[in-house]
């Protein structure tokens, strides 16, 4: 049999934010994919059951969905993807926030929140069925797992081998802040790179006044 076959299944990739004994947990997931819309919009998520991340969402029953954007870096996917929690906190190593005391990606596609409602062991997995309960839009189009099979696997093999021989994780790249309305520039292109006569697509303001934080 060809299990590569498989790979032409279409779906993302994802981080998972959870907590477990009050501390932040998380790993990358492809196997998410939405059941129902009405009467509430509900997901399925499965997870191998030898992950911390399958444990603290049995611990809490609830968790976020961060979706990887196409443009994501690279390492996060080998971060969230090659290690485990119990040895060392992932997300410690990139930019992120708490929404609802669960963490999440800084930058991401869209955001979920999810609570479970049902569970099914099987050998290797548990299928966890969940509501979702909120749901964000973030910046840039969503990872395909074609894709990052195709481009992105071996930008991520290397970022993460030059993390685990440095012991570093890579800088986050700088944020240029707008100083009249708060708006933070997340485009692809480089904020220097921009044009001068780029304005603020919030509040209209000269590239001039953006801080660099």
């Not at 800088?171 to 603020?200: M, N, R």
């Amino acid at each position: 049999m060809d299990t590569t076959a498989l790979f032409k299944i279409s779906y993302g990739l994802y981080v998972v934010g959870t907590k477990i004994d009050g501390k932040n947990a998380g790993c990358i997931v492809d196997a998410f994919i939405q059941s129902t819309s009405t009467p509430v919009p509900t997901v399925i998520l499965c997870s191998i059951n030898t992950n911390q991340t399958n444990a603290a969402i049995k611990q809490t029953k609830e968790f976020m969905i961060s979706v990887l954007a196409d443009n994501v870096d690279p390492f996060v996917i080998g971060n969230f993807g090659f290690q485990s929690g119990r040895d060392v906190d992932k997300w410690a190593n990139v930019p992120f926030e708490l929404v609802d005391e669960l963490p999440v990606l800084e930058k991401a596609s869209a955001y979920l929140r999810c609570k479970v409602t049902d569970t099914k062991e099987l050998s290797t997995h548990t299928v966890f069925f969940c509501d979702v309960v909120d749901a964000l839009q973030g910046d840039g189009e969503s990872l395909i797992y074609g894709d990052y099979q195709k481009d992105m696997k071996p930008k991520t093999l290397e970022a993460f081998k030059k993390y685990k021989q440095s012991g570093k994780a890579p800088e986050p790249p700088a944020k240029w802040v707008c100083s009249v309305c708060g708006y933070v520039y997340t485009g692809d292109i480089p904020f220097e790179d921009l044009p001068e006569d780029w304005k603020c697509p919030k509040c209209g303001s000269p590239k001039s006044v953006f801080k660099k934080q």
